[in-house]
């Protein structure tokens, strides 16, 4: 659908979109598309070249992200956005990497992936947006969910305890972590503009509402209502411990960026490492085509 | 007189309200008119009282409204800037 607009004026967001595939599927009142807005406004605050980023989504709502940004943008199996994402980074260290994904593929379905890039350090900026659920699917239980929250899969209330993503990549060693709601749209986007000054694995958590699954169930209002909720019990506390900040039912959310450190990324590492023992016969990667080389199987 | 505008893209709207909700000015109400998928878009019920911070496009979570400074608003704004960060 094109902008019709009298006025010669343009969203700054248009830039960023494939206009062609609009309006996008996602319900009335979610919050992805707000992120979607944080997001631009960090490309244009931050000046990072556009063709320089890649941005790789897994399956879910969220991942449909790269469908619909006029980036350079991969939809991957489920759960597997950050393993593709590192694969893009090591053969092109140069590309600004973004995996733009849910709370189910990353932390469920991809949860080792996500772990363990952390604790490799790589030099990748993962927004993931958590609303909580596992929204495409039809509202089952996710990992993400509160205790006592009504499903799909538990009728009856949760009772399984949550993980708390912050404290997760922290524990396995991000260098920024931050926790923003869909109501905090300008600290979300700077948030984004300081991860992409940032080299090493980058985590910002964005809680989103859910108001066809998530919030009808649990009887918590449409998403404006979670929007007005967010703005009541949301309390910034930058800097604090990621062990107390995890989420409950209803209860208050603690946002801010949680962890902003210094540890040499993956590939200075294995840069380090293979200098160190292979010297001169060492050829790093850069990413640019290669010469091509004489078959040897004759 | 107003410093901003707004546009809407009515088309593409979907209702959810949060332009209307988070307008630090007041400026917009859900109007009574129908869009072709059968949602209530927004209008402007105060123009004068728009600032153009584009708060609204920031929420806006299908892309379809956004706020824009005027261009006397854009030269005052560079004018104070320069003079010492008079209000």
């Not at chain 1, 070249?49 to 619909?68: E, F, H, M, P, W």
């Not at chain 1, 699917?137 to 969910?145: I, K």
């Not at chain 1, 998530?214 to 909720?229: A, E, S």
Request: hydrophobic share 35%; net charge positive.
């Amino acid at each position: 659908m094109l902008n019709v607009i009298e006025d010669s004026t343009v969203n700054p967001v248009e830039q960023f979109l494939r206009t062609d595939r609009m309006p996008h599927i996602w319900c009335p009142g979610c919050g992805i598309g707000t992120t979607v807005n944080s997001f631009s406004r960090a490309l244009v605050e931050s000046k990072v070249d556009l063709d320089s980023i890649a941005l790789v989504s897994g399956i879910g709502c969220t991942g449909r992200v790269a469908g619909y940004v006029k980036l350079d943008s991969f939809h991957t199996t489920h759960g597997r956005a950050i393993p593709f994402a590192t694969g893009l980074k090591l053969a092109n260290p140069k590309l600004n990497v973004v995996v733009y994904s849910g709370d189910g593929d990353l932390s469920a379905i991809g949860g080792n992936h996500l772990i363990h890039a952390a604790r490799r350090n790589m030099d990748l900026k993962v927004i993931c947006v958590n609303n909580l659920i596992y929204a495409m699917t039809g509202g089952q239980t996710a990992p993400t969910t509160p205790g006592r929250a009504t499903t799909s899969t538990n009728p009856y209330g949760t009772f399984e305890p949550a993980f708390n993503l912050p404290a997760l990549v922290d524990a396995a060693g991000a260098v920024y972590v931050a926790r923003w709601t869909t109501f905090h749209v300008r600290q979300l986007a700077r948030s984004i503009s300081e991860a992409f000054a940032k080299k090493g694995f980058s985590f910002i958590e964005v809680i989103s509402p859910c108001p066809t699954l998530y919030q009808r169930r649990n009887k918590m209002g449409d998403g404006l209502d979670t929007m007005k909720y967010y703005k009541e019990k949301s309390k910034v506390k930058n800097g604090a411990p990621t062990g107390e900040v995890g989420l409950t039912l209803n209860g208050e959310i603690a946002v801010g960026k949680f962890v902003d450190r210094e540890r040499p990324d993956y590939q200075t590492l294995m840069r380090a490492q293979y200098v160190e023992s292979l010297g001169e016969r060492y050829i790093e990667v850069t990413g640019e085509a290669e010469p091509e080389m004489e078959c040897a199987c004759g | 007189m107003a410093k901003g505008r707004v546009s809407i893209v009515v088309e593409r709207c979907k209702a959810c309200g949060f332009c209307v909700e988070f307008c630090p000015t007041h400026v917009l109400a859900l109007s009574s008119a129908f869009n072709s998928k059968g949602y209530h878009p927004p209008h402007v019920v105060h123009p004068e009282k728009c600032s153009g911070c584009d708060l609204c496009g920031m929420y806006c979570p299908d892309f379809a409204i956004y706020g824009t400074k005027t261009p006397e608003a854009k030269a005052a704004g560079t004018k104070t800037q320069a003079g010492g960060g008079e209000k």
